[in-house]
């Protein structure tokens, strides 16, 4: 057990990662969202080039921004960071032991049309479920705006994680609605980074590409769920 003063000293400790490192358009920018701005643009840039370091970067970022939201009450985005961290661990093991069905590498491909339809079903459906739950179960200012990136980022993840180019057509979305949201909240070093995001996502569907018409051609390439 910690002694009074031990938990104390620890919450002081944690309330200096809160403390202002600067202002922003008058709010204040902590030094928590400083660090987490920082290992968010290292990530995407481990992602681009299709190096696993992008996935613990993804979970020590992730579990930054987790505190940070939940502290500005987006419930929503401060629970997807948990499960970010969950994806990423799953991620990382996916890009160095994940294998197609002949046993090769897990190679960069592309979902099918039927498959792209079935994911946007799949957003479009659970976003008002998301939001119509935060918005009676939570005191969530932007309950609505809140869940559409929560859910699309969910998707975003899974399809990183499995090498599908189509990832980061699904994360320009997110991210031109998560400079909306953190804008409307004041995060404004976080909305700096997803607005940087967008033209990133788009220089990584082309780095993609190279890479995936570098690859061999052939069916067998399909990799496995």
């Known amino acids: ?10 919450a ?5 990662a809160l403390a202002p490192a600067f202002q922003a358009l008058g709010s204040p920018v902590s030094w928590l969202e400083l660090l987490a701005f920082v290992l968010s643009l290292w990530m995407v840039r481990c992602n681009m080039r299709v190096q696993p370091l992008g996935w613990p970067l993804a979970a020590l970022s992730s579990l930054l921004y987790g505190y940070l939201f939940w502290h500005g009450k987006l419930y929503a985005e401060a629970v997807l960071q948990l499960m ?12 160095l032991r994940g294998v ?10 592309r979902l099918s049309p039927r498959q792209r339809l079935a994911a946007l079903v799949l957003v479009l459906g659970c976003w008002p479920l998301l939001g119509y739950f935060l918005d009676q179960a939570t005191d ?10 929560t859910v699309g980022s969910v998707l975003g993840q899974w399809l990183l994680a499995r090498k599908r180019q189509d990832n980061w057509a699904v994360w320009v979305l997110v991210n031109v609605v998560s400079v909306i949201l953190f804008a409307l909240k004041g995060f404004w070093l976080t909305v700096v980074l997803y607005a ?30």
């Open 1 to 10: 057990m910690f002694s009074s003063s031990a938990e104390t000293h620890l």
């Open 84 to 95: 970010f961290i969950a994806l990423a661990l799953w991620g990382w093991s996916q890009w």
């Open 196 to 225: 940087l995001f967008v033209p990133l996502s788009v220089w990584g569907w082309l780095l993609w590409e190279r890479l995936r018409q570098a690859q061999p051609k052939g069916p067998e390439l399909e990799p496995r769920p």
């Open 100 to 109: 197609s069905a002949d046993g090769s590498p897990l190679p960069i491909t």
């Open 140 to 149: 969530s200012p932007l309950p609505y705006w809140d869940a559409l990136p």
């Open 12 to 16: 002081l400790d944690f309330s200096f």
